[in-house]
């Protein structure tokens, strides 16, 4: 190998052409160079054959049996038309302690979202957000003619909700608020969320999206239903299937919200739920034990990152999600591409963090191989 350090081999072409040591290197992009920089690796634990997903949130065990079955069972009704989401909203509305009236079914929290952008389109105005945040329902918005006001996380990576406070304006309809947010895995404490909550909800809509609810085990988090089941009209609380329960693919979400709200958010739909989504949820909700397994699988892949985080010094956001966003102090798109060439599928760019990375948890084998191609390439 002469002079070619391990760290110049791992960081590919564009190291090793630094160091004038191009020639080594086959020309190839095929599995010859990918071969190379394996044996490099010196890896215990070997490189899967297929992609591991770490970018997008997904639970890696999911759907569950029980969802499965109800997918298998039902798969002949695919000729008909859309599903009646009446026990589904039913069963969601029990598990909430709200009354049914108060759900509404989308296809994916991505629909609720989206209409909730159509509703402020038509207001026009302003949103506020915390920056960075989940993006769906600001394009929406965006798109639809809305100003988005972006207010950077505090020094903690927490919401600035002073900051939020301040820069609301007259025109200012809604105030939207992911939490646990995404990319950044952190809660706002649950009795300044209610607080601020109520306080915005005098005078705009108040957008919570709730996605990564049912990860979340920490005592300062509270689920702002509660709000909604107590009476207020201007909040809208969103929570997905595509989580823990493991059926993105099946574009199962939902909307929280006063009936009245509920029925004009129903009128701007543009999706049906498809049968098999319906009923493989429905199934999903009642599967407590699947849930508990997620969870508990979760957190022991969590401890393997945020203990190699510890190991390195790395800086990361507590997590209380089914990710992590750790600073690993190097461009973004450049652990993207290193860790794909390893078979890992790491978070998309989340400006203006662009030397943090946020990676999804997979199994705590997968996580073992990301600590140890991570270590290999950066540490
Ligand atoms: C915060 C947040 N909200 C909503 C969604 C959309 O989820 P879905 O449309 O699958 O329910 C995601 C997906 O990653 C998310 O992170």
Redesign the pocket.
């Known amino acids: 190998m002469g002079n070619l350090t391990r760290r110049q081999i791992l960081l590919g072409g564009g190291a090793i052409v630094g160091a004038g040591l191009a020639p080594i290197i086959p020309a190839t992009t095929g599995s010859s160079a990918l071969k190379l920089i394996s044996a490099a690796l010196g890896a215990d634990i070997p490189k899967p054959d297929q992609l591991i997903r770490m970018s997008?949130?997904e639970n890696p065990y999911g759907p569950s049996r029980v969802a499965l079955k109800a997918i298998a069972e039902n798969i002949h009704l695919t000729n008909r038309y859309a599903a009646d989401p009446t026990n589904l909203i039913n069963l969601v509305a029990k598990i909430n302690n709200i009354s049914p009236d108060h759900v509404m079914t989308g296809t994916?929290?991505?629909e609720i979202?989206n209409v909730a952008g159509m509703l402020v389109g038509l207001r026009q105005g302003s949103v506020v957000c915390a920056d960075p945040t989940?993006q769906?329902l600001l394009r929406y918005a965006a798109n639809a003619g809305v100003e988005i006001i972006r207010v950077r996380v505090a020094e903690g990576l927490n919401a600035d909700l002073e900051g939020m406070r301040k820069a609301v304006r007259n025109d200012t309809n809604m105030m939207y608020i992911?939490n646990p947010n995404?990319p950044i895995p952190s809660v706002i404490e649950k009795s300044a969320m209610k607080e601020f909550v109520l306080e915005q909800a005098q005078d705009r809509l108040v957008f919570v999206?709730e996605?990564?609810h049912e990860y979340v085990d920490n005592p300062d988090y509270e689920s702002m239903i509660g709000l909604i089941a107590a009476g207020h009209n201007n909040i809208i609380v969103?929570r997905?299937a595509?989580k823990i329960h493991g059926l993105?693919g099946m574009?199962v979400?939902f909307g929280f919200a006063h009936p009245d709200l509920i029925n004009e958010m129903n009128m701007r739909k543009t999706g049906q739920q498809t049968i098999l989504g319906e009923r493989a949820a429905y199934a999903s909700y009642q599967d407590m034990e699947f849930q508990d397994f997620s969870r508990r699988k979760n957190k022991e892949s969590l401890a393997i990152v945020e203990g190699m985080c510890e190991d390195l010094g790395i800086r990361y956001a507590k997590s209380n999600t089914n990710f992590t966003f750790i600073e690993t102090g190097i461009e973004n798109a450049v652990v993207q591409e290193r860790m794909l060439e390893q078979g890992i599928l790491t978070g998309r760019l989340f400006p203006p963090f662009t030397t943090w990375s946020r990676i999804s948890m997979s199994t705590p084998q997968h996580m073992r191989y990301f600590v140890q191609v991570y270590k290999q390439l950066f540490a």
């Open positions: 997008a949130n994916g929290s991505s979202l989940y769906a992911v995404n999206d996605a990564y969103s997905t595509s993105a574009r979400g």
